[in-house]
């Protein structure tokens, strides 16, 4: 079966860091990109970066340009995110998302993801 299986949320002071972990099985790793994508109350969920499964090629959202790092073990089956500086409105459940779209302009869409996880809440307090 396939799974995603987010961990490392968490409460946090602003100016801080957090890193989320996202564990994969086997058969979506090796061969899917890897995205995280994030949903505060009351808005729609968005894209916060991906990797690509071979060279490893990222893109990240402009609110978290700078500041967050996509990364990926492909030994382990695992990506993180790396995320510092955080800021309140940083505030979200964050969710891990596997996609066989080779094509990184699409990469940010909801809709080119085949697999999501549960997700993790990421709370940063003032």
């Known amino acids: 079966q396939v799974q995603l299986v987010e961990s490392g949320g968490g409460l946090v002071q602003a100016g801080g860091s957090l890193r989320l972990s996202c564990a994969a099985s086997?058969?979506?790793?090796?061969?899917?990109?890897m995205g995280w994508f994030r949903q505060a109350p009351g808005k729609e969920r968005e894209f916060v970066s991906a990797?690509?499964?071979?060279?490893?090629?990222?893109y990240s959202g402009d609110p978290v340009k700078g500041r967050f790092t996509i990364s990926r073990d492909n030994a382990k089956k695992s990506v993180y995110l790396q995320m510092n500086i955080l800021k309140p409105e940083d505030t979200a459940v964050y969710y891990c998302?596997?996609?066989?779209?080779?094509?990184?302009?699409?990469?940010?869409?909801?809709?080119?993801?085949?697999?999501w996880g549960q997700g993790t809440l990421v709370t940063v307090s003032e």
């Open positions: 998302a596997a996609t066989s779209n080779p094509i990184r302009s699409t990469w940010t869409t909801k809709s080119v993801y085949d697999y």
């Open positions: 086997e058969r979506i790793f090796s061969s899917y990109a």
């Open positions: 990797i690509s499964w071979g060279r490893g090629t990222t």
